[in-house]
């Protein structure tokens, strides 16, 4: 059971590039969403989805692009990136039913 | 809407020492309360969860939390720590209902010197 995985584990963007960052889960889980962690700041919420076709903004949705096109996968998209995005990205699922979130190892993303 | 306060960035503590984590929550409704830990270049994992019942949860590796409604808090303590115990707490809160998403508070430290 490979639970959520995320890639890529390291990226470097220069300003303005854009990016995907992957996050797929093998549980069957309904509900994913997409939170950034920055020093002090705990985890912020940036976008989550309860099911396939479904997407809402959390805390911080600005800069950033959800779709949910299956039930196990939930790409993150950074359009224009910035330096204010730099930040570990982390991806996390939970069945409709449960209160635990599962996470993702997390992606270290650069933005120069 | 729910918040969350770890009153300590950094908390360092001897080996063998106890050692609290402290956190406050504020919301305006009932609440689900978890501590996720995060080991250096990992993801989160789940430490405990208070969901209803007893107010004093028990969790992996010797860790306990107690649930004040009253004060609402929800401190995590050790008695006696070990080196593989530094890592990074997070406290968290959600509303009982449907929805439930987590709000975490900024983290917490944890630095065990030998």
């Known amino acids: 059971n490979a639970g959520v995985t995320q890639t890529p584990k390291f990226q470097v963007l220069k300003t303005g590039q854009s990016m995907t960052l992957q996050c797929a889960q093998d549980?069957?889980?309904?509900?994913m969403s997409w939170y950034r962690q920055d020093p002090g700041m705990g985890l912020r919420l940036i976008h989550y989805?309860?099911?396939?076709?479904?997407?809402d903004q959390g805390e911080v949705p600005n800069g950033y692009n959800v779709s949910r096109s299956t039930t196990e996968d939930f790409p993150l998209r950074l359009l224009s990136a910035a330096p204010s995005q730099t930040s570990v990205y982390f991806c996390?699922?939970?069945?409709?039913?449960?209160?635990?979130?599962?996470f993702g190892a997390g992606s270290r993303l650069t933005v120069l | 809407a729910q918040s969350v306060t770890q009153l300590d960035s950094q908390v360092p503590v001897f080996e063998e020492a106890p050692v609290e984590l402290r956190c406050n929550y504020s919301?305006?409704?009932?609440?689900?309360l978890f501590w996720y830990v995060q080991y250096p270049n990992q993801g989160l994992q789940l430490l405990l969860k208070?969901?209803?019942?007893?107010?004093l949860v028990k969790g992996i590796n010797g860790f306990e939390a107690e649930f004040n409604k009253s004060q609402t808090s929800f401190h995590l303590r050790k008695p006696s720590v070990h080196i593989s115990d530094t890592a990074e707490y997070f406290c968290?809160?959600?509303?009982?209902?449907?929805?439930?998403?987590?709000?975490f508070g900024g983290g917490t430290r944890l630095m065990v010197k030998p």
């Open positions: 996390a699922s939970r069945s409709s039913g449960a209160n635990v979130l599962t």
């Open positions: 208070y969901l209803s019942g007893s107010t």
């Open positions: 968290a809160v959600s509303d009982t209902g449907a929805g439930n998403m987590l709000t």
């Open positions: 549980m069957n889980h309904e509900y």
């Open positions: 989805s309860v099911g396939a076709g479904i997407t």
């Open positions: 919301s305006s409704v009932s609440v689900y």
